[in-house]
């Protein structure tokens, strides 16, 4: 088991399956299907049923129950692509054997180093063989890491039939980076009582509540006149964007907050002096204060509005998804077996709030609720990612460990 998560690990970060959130088209990318194509095979060859890939690039496949014992149909999901910000293939992964703590040097050339002094959580796998990146591209654990170990637990399963355990379903999605891993996901194919995404994060993180989500994009436009004649005339639209921006609490961002607090992410900006746009994203756990928040930005745009002219703002403003915890709260058992397969193993529940989303989020709200277990990264989305190889294995035995005791019920 140990050598299959590894080696299922590194063959799937080797494949780019990075999303485009420009894109219009599901996937966002067609490479995301090299690999489903393969993780299709792997699946058929492990003697999975049901096994099936449509146009969409979503994939599932079903592990029939062999106990005559009345067990629920339990779901484990992961996606396959990578996040946008960096080249997703990953050529030449580092395997530092035996960590002995102190700086891990990724790249000589780049002057690129994991320090415990940026990263201290490094003195938890002191001993531990870690895999990172070369620094040149992110690592990709976020989520092929719950990709190999979800597989590695089927395979388990399906090599010693001598376990018991119910029907079990697996399932595969894209894009879930750019906030569309669920939006084709079909529910009722998929055909669980309740699922797991095992989708990045420490050992023994426990997820079921994250953040309401909204994203919004205000577009500005100016007028643009030449500078030797632009008294009193021009309108410069970089300036007046800014000028929104300044709008927001400056404590309520990202770099200022943790926990529960809620913020204003300001993601991209773009302009010229004729026009700019800024793309937000905001977020909250408390339903009320989401709405607040959403509230201040479009108070902010009708200020910038009445200052100068209807026509020179614009705003979009979309909900993107809400906390799963409403609709996990009424099947909580989902969440106390997790807790009790991990203390069961030895490893220490973290029961935090994610401070982001998965697609677990939404399926929750489609009908499937669906907390998020840990897959074993850290530092996601960059250079600095990494996986301990011993995470991968303890991901792969809570998978075990939920289905041994749903099982024994």
Not at 109 to 115: G, I, Q
Not at 203 to 211: A, D, I, M, R, S
């Amino acid at each position: 088991m140990k050598e299959k998560v590894l080696e299922r690990f590194l063959r799937y970060i080797a494949i780019d399956t990075q999303s485009d959130e420009n894109s219009e088209t599901t996937p966002s990318t067609e490479k995301q299907f090299n690999l489903a194509r393969v993780l299709k095979k792997e699946l058929e060859d492990l003697g999975m049923t049901d096994v099936s890939l449509d146009d969409k690039c979503y994939l599932m496949a079903t592990l029939p129950s062999n106990t005559t014992k009345k067990v629920p149909t339990i779901g484990f999901i992961a996606h396959m692509d990578t996040s946008p910000d960096m080249p997703g293939a990953v050529p030449n992964p580092l395997i530092i054997k035996d960590y002995q703590g102190g700086d891990i040097v990724i790249n000589k050339e780049l002057k690129l180093s994991l320090t415990p002094g940026e990263f201290p959580e490094l003195a938890d796998y002191i001993g531990q063989t870690l895999i990172t990146t070369d620094g040149t591209t992110l690592l990709g654990a976020d989520d092929k890491a719950g990709i190999a170990e979800i597989i590695t637990a089927m395979e388990y399963l399906i090599n010693n039939p001598q376990i018991e355990h119910g029907t079990i379903k697996v399932g595969f999605t894209p894009d879930e980076e750019i906030g569309r891993g669920v939006d084709h996901f079909d529910v009722k194919k998929f055909a669980a009582d309740f699922a797991y995404t095992l989708d990045g994060g420490g050992v023994g993180e426990l997820e079921y509540e994250n953040f309401n989500a909204a994203g919004a994009k205000i577009f500005v436009q100016g007028r643009n006149i030449h500078p030797g004649y632009a008294k009193d005339k021009m309108q410069n639209a970089m300036l007046m964007a800014i000028e929104l921006s300044a709008l927001l609490p400056a404590h309520e961002r990202p770099e200022h907050t943790a926990n529960y607090e809620g913020f204003y992410h300001l993601v991209k900006m773009e302009g010229t002096v004729e026009n700019a746009m800024l793309q937000y994203i905001i977020r909250d756990h408390d339903k009320k204060k989401f709405e607040k928040r959403k509230q201040t930005i479009t108070e902010a745009v009708m200020f910038m509005k009445k200052k100068y002219g209807d026509d020179v703002f614009r705003l979009e403003l979309k909900d993107q998804y809400f906390n799963m915890k409403e609709m996990v709260l009424p099947v909580f058992h989902v969440v106390e077996t997790a807790k009790m397969a991990m203390e069961e193993l030895g490893i220490e529940p973290h029961v935090i709030p994610i401070r982001g989303g998965t697609d677990g989020a939404r399926l929750s709200f489609m009908g499937l609720p669906c907390p998020n277990i840990f897959a074993g990264g850290h530092n996601f989305h960059g250079k600095f990612e990494y996986v301990p190889f011993e995470s991968l294995e303890k991901a792969v035995k809570v998978i075990l460990k939920i289905v041994d005791i749903y099982t024994s019920k």
